[in-house]
């Protein structure tokens, strides 16, 4: 096959090959410059325990932010910048993470870790399967987040609910 194919590429066969090793260069140049800046964007981020810190020097608005982020290690890049160029930060943060696991579904008892990290910081990790992320499309969703587990970070009493989407290039 390869021998009776490569006597056709000083014929016009040149330009398919050409055109492919065009795509691949991009693909690669793509991954490498993804893979530099999600190295460089990790080593710009902050612990939860310098965002405390930070929190005793600036102003309080009251309210809640929910920062969501792929990453819940650390503080997402939208919580530093608010804090950093704004000097202040809600009453109660909340790091919401949303995770897609290789199963169709995850269940009810499996989905939602909250975990108090102090000083009115939450980090939320929702985890769900391929077959439930359809219901994320749909904004109504959004609003039923006043209940179930959340509850425990008093999202009862929370008249205003900041959200921030910090997204990153992909």
Request: proline share 6%.
């Given at each position: 096959f390869f021998s009776a194919n490569v006597i056709k590429v000083a014929d016009g066969g040149w330009f398919p090959l050409a055109v492919g090793l065009g795509i691949l260069t991009l693909m690669t140049t793509w991954r490498s410059g993804r893979r530099l800046l999600e190295?460089?964007?990790?080593?710009?981020?902050?612990s939860f325990g310098e965002l405390k810190n930070q929190r005793r020097e600036a102003t309080r608005v009251p309210?809640?932010?929910?920062?969501?982020?792929?990453?819940?290690r650390d503080?997402?890049?939208a919580a530093m910048r608010i804090q950093r160029h704004l000097n202040v930060i809600f009453d109660?943060?909340?790091?919401?993470?949303?995770?897609t696991e290789r199963v169709p579904r995850v269940p009810e008892s499996e989905r939602l870790q909250v975990e108090a990290l102090g000083d009115n910081i939450h980090r939320v990790i929702a985890r769900y399967g391929f077959n439930d992320m359809h219901q994320f499309?749909?904004?109504r969703w959004y609003k039923g987040l006043g209940g179930g587990p959340i509850v425990d970070l008093g999202s009862h009493q929370i008249d205003i609910y900041n959200w921030f989407l910090g997204a990153r290039p992909t």
């Open positions: 190295k460089r964007i990790h080593e710009r981020r902050e309210g809640t932010g929910i920062f969501m982020d792929r990453d819940p503080v997402p890049l109660r943060v909340v790091v919401l993470s949303i995770q499309r749909n904004w």
